[in-house]
């Protein structure tokens, strides 16, 4: 069974900096795109960053030039650096991952639980 663990979410002033952690664990073969979203009370859960195995990175426009999504394919964990925070980011981040347990398997979606970014003017 495969599981993503989050770190790392919190309260930070607008402004400030914090960076989220993902770790992909269990029976893994391979691990395709690995992205954060994230979802805002009363809106539709929405892309933030992407990396893809190969590392191209896409982010949504209004993260650009302050998010950096990165991640580290021997410990199969994806981050993201989240500097100049607004209050505007504030929402549950999500981790994403396409995700195959075994040569044959296929990739599949996988999700992780949540971790609440909240951002204070």
């Known amino acids: 069974q495969v599981q993503l663990l989050e770190s790392g979410g919190g309260l930070v002033q607008a402004g400030g900096s914090l960076r989220l952690s993902c770790a992909a664990s269990?029976?893994?073969?391979?691990?395709?795109?690995m992205d954060w979203y994230r979802q805002a009370p009363g809106k539709q859960r929405e892309l933030v960053a992407q990396v893809t195995s190969g590392g191209t990175t896409n982010y949504r426009d209004s993260v650009k030039d302050r998010f950096i999504i990165s991640r580290d394919n021997a410990e199969n964990t994806v981050y993201l650096q989240m500097h100049s925070l607004k209050p505007e980011d504030t929402a549950v981040y999500y981790c994403h991952a396409y995700i195959a347990y075994g040569r044959w398997s296929g990739f599949q979606d996988y999700w992780g639980q949540g971790t609440q970014v909240t951002v204070s003017s």
């Open positions: 269990g029976t893994i073969f391979s691990i395709n795109a």
